[in-house]
DNA sequence: TTGTAGGCGTTATCAG
DNA sequence: CTGATAACGCCTACAA
C-alpha cells in the first residue's frame, strides 16, 4: 500500500484537511504548518490517489483521443500535437484505435465514458447522425478533429483544415502552370471530408475555369499506395488523351500513381506532373520530389485540443464551432510548368 | 449527475450489493433478481464509475506506454500491436512520450504511477541506471519494449529484437552476394541497442569473414534522412576505394544515403548497394525498392503487452527476462549480387 | 441467496 | 487559520 493523506497528517501532525490544503493550494495554510506538511510530504515521496480525488472533483486531467490507426502517419502528428498540449498542461492521453470502424467506436465513445475522461477529440471516417447522437449522450464535451460531420456541420465543435479551399488551391495551381487536362484521384465516395470535399474542390477549380473533363479523368481510391496505383492505371488504360496532371488525394497515392506511370515508361513530370495531398515527411524524400498541400496535423491537434480545452473549462469566449488550420501549396518537382 | 448503482438498486428493488454482483459476476444471484437488475442497468443505461471502482480494487485497466515520439512510424506500429491486444482485453492505453529525453522520461514514469495504471510499457533510447532505479522504486510492472537495459540485461524484463544478430545477419546476406567493401551508417554511439549493438553485429559479420575494413567506412547518424545522407556523402568523399554495398541501421538513413548517392551520379544497385534496416511500409515504393531487415515492431508491440500481462497477473510460469522477435531480410531492389 | 455497513483516499462543508 | 466529518460510487466482509 502506498502512503496516503492521513500518514502524512499524521506524521506532521496536523489534520487532514490540512495536508489536502496544501497539496491543492487551496486555502490559506500558515507558513509554519505548510512547511512542515511539504516536509513530511516530500520525506515520504507522497503522491495523492488520483482516482480518489477524481471521484470527489469529478474530473481526471485526462483527455481521450478516437483515430482509425495510431501507427498512419496522419494520425500520429495530429496525436503528437494534442499531447504536446496536454503534457504541459499537466493532462494525460489516452488513446483509443477504431479502425475506422462505426460501431468500434460507438464503443469506443462509452469506454472513455467510462474512463471518465474530460473530454475527447474524434477523428474519424463519417461522422453520421448515429455516431453524433452517441456523442451527444455522452457526458463529456468533445471535438471533431480531421473532418466535420456529415450530419450538419455546425452541431459539433470541429477543428479541421478546409479541403474544398485546399483542393480547389492545388488544381488551381495546376492550372496557373498550364494544365487543363487535369485527372483526379479521390479518396472513398462516401468518406464526407476526405472524398467528398475534396472532389467538389477539384469540380470547382475547374468550373471556374471552364475547364470540362471526361468522367474517365476520375477515380476513387482509398489512400493506399496500391489504390493510387490502380486509379493511375484505369485513367491511363481509359484515356487515349491522357491528361497532362493528376491530383491525387493523398501522397501515398500520388507516389502509387509515379509508381504506375514509371512502369508505363510515363515520366513525371515531363510527360504528365503529380500533386499529392499531406505532405508526409517521406514525399520531400522521393524522386522526383513530390509537389503537394500542406497540412500541418500538428498544428490541427493543437488548435483542436485548445479548442476542446476551452470547452471542459466554459470558457466565455464564443468559440466558433468550425475552424480551419492554413493549408500551403509545396512546389517540389513532381509537378511542372507547360 | 450520472446514474448510481443505488439508483439501480433501488428501481430493481434490491440491495446494491446484489447489483455489484451481477454487475461483477461475483457471486450467485438467482435468476430473476439477475434479470430484474440487468433490465434496470440496460434501461438506464448504466455504467460503473471505474473510479469508485478502482480505488477499491486498486487496479484501473490502464496501461502506460512511454515512446519518444508517437509519430514515428516505428513507434506507430509498435503502438498499434501493444493496443490491438489492449482492447481485445477491455484495457486501454495512456500514451506518454518523451521527445528521448531522460528527465522527461523520469518524470512520466511517475506521471503514470499517479494515474494508477496497471503497468507501463516503456521505449527508451538509453535505458541507464539511474532510469532503471526509478522504474524500481514504481508500484507497477513494468517493461522494456525495443531496447534492452544497457545497466544489466536481466534487471527488467524486456522484449526486444536480437540487434546483433538481426545486422550480422544482413552483413552477412551482403558478404554472401559477394560484397565485400562493405560500409556501415549506424545510430548514434551512446543509443545502446540500436547504436552499439548494431554495429557489433556488422563487426561480428566482418570479423567472421575475414574482412577487414578502413575506419572512414563507419558513420554514425542519427536515424534521420540527413544524417543519412551526410553520413554517405563522408564515406564517399573519405574513401578513394568506395564500398560496394553499404549497411544502414534504418532504412530513413538508407533512403538518404541513396538520395546522396543519386546527387553523385553513383548508381544504386549497380555501384553501390544498400541495405537498410525496419522495413517501414513506404521502403517498397521507393526506387529502387529496399533491400532491408524486417523487424514487426507490431509483433513487438503484442509480445510486450503478453509479457506485461502475465506480469500484472501474476503468471505463475516462469518469464524469461528478455525476449526476441524474429527479424527477416526482405530481398528487394538495393541490393544485388555482384 | 440477499442485505447491511464499513472502507478505499480525497475533497469540501461546516464549525470552531 | 484549522479540524472533524460527510460525501464521492463502488466492493466486500459479515450477518441474516
Avoid: W
Avoid at 496536454?86 to 470502424?101: A, F
Wanted: glycine share 8%.
Amino acid at each position: 500500500m502506498s502512503v496516503t493523506i492521513e500518514d502524512i497528517a499524521k506524521e506532521a501532525q496536523v489534520s487532514v484537511a490540512t495536508v489536502s490544503r496544501v497539496i491543492n493550494n487551496s486555502k490559506a495554510v500558515s507558513p509554519e504548518l505548510k512547511k512542515r506538511v511539504n516536509d513530511v510530504i516530500q520525506k515520504r515521496n507522497f503522491k495523492p490517489n488520483s482516482l480518489a480525488r477524481g471521484l470527489i472533483t469529478n474530473q481526471t486531467n485526462i483527455i481521450g483521443i478516437i483515430v482509425p490507426d495510431i501507427s498512419n502517419p496522419v494520425f500520429g502528428a495530429l496525436t503528437r500535437g494534442i499531447n504536446s498540449f496536454c503534457q504541459q498542461k499537466g493532462y494525460t492521453l489516452m488513446v483509443c484505435e477504431s479502425g475506422g470502424q462505426q460501431e468500434k467506436e460507438v464503443e469506443l465513445l462509452g469506454v472513455l465514458a467510462d474512463k471518465k475522461v474530460d473530454g475527447v477529440l474524434f477523428a474519424g471516417v463519417d461522422v453520421n447522425s448515429a455516431l453524433v447522437g452517441e456523442m451527444k449522450r455522452q457526458g463529456y464535451p468533445i471535438v471533431l478533429v480531421t473532418q466535420e460531420a456529415s450530419e450538419g456541420e455546425d452541431i459539433i465543435h470541429t477543428v479541421t483544415h478546409d479541403n474544398v479551399k485546399a483542393v480547389y488551391d492545388a488544381v488551381s495551381f495546376l492550372i496557373e502552370n498550364g494544365h487543363q487536362k487535369i485527372a483526379f484521384i479521390g479518396g472513398p465516395e462516401n468518406d464526407y471530408s476526405s472524398g467528398q470535399k475534396r472532389l467538389k474542390g477539384y469540380r470547382l477549380a475547374l468550373k471556374e475555369h471552364n475547364i470540362e473533363v471526361p468522367v474517365s479523368y476520375i477515380e476513387h481510391g482509398n489512400f493506399s499506395f496500391d489504390s493510387g496505383y490502380d486509379c493511375m492505371r484505369k485513367i491511363y488504360e481509359e484515356n487515349s488523351a491522357l491528361p497532362t496532371a493528376v491530383m491525387a488525394c493523398n501522397d501515398v497515392m500520388a507516389i502509387g500513381a509515379i509508381r504506375f506511370l514509371k512502369t508505363a515508361k510515363v515520366s513525371v513530370p515531363a510527360d504528365i506532373s503529380i500533386m499529392g495531398f499531406d505532405d508526409l515527411e517521406f514525399g520531400k524524400y522521393f524522386s522526383p520530389e513530390l509537389t503537394t498541400v500542406r497540412i500541418s496535423y500538428f498544428d490541427e491537434g493543437l488548435k483542436a485540443i485548445k479548442t476542446l480545452f476551452k470547452l471542459i473549462h466554459h470558457n466565455q469566449q464564443a468559440i466558433p464551432k468550425t475552424q480551419f488550420v492554413p493549408h500551403k501549396i509545396i512546389r517540389r518537382i513532381s509537378v511542372r510548368k507547360i
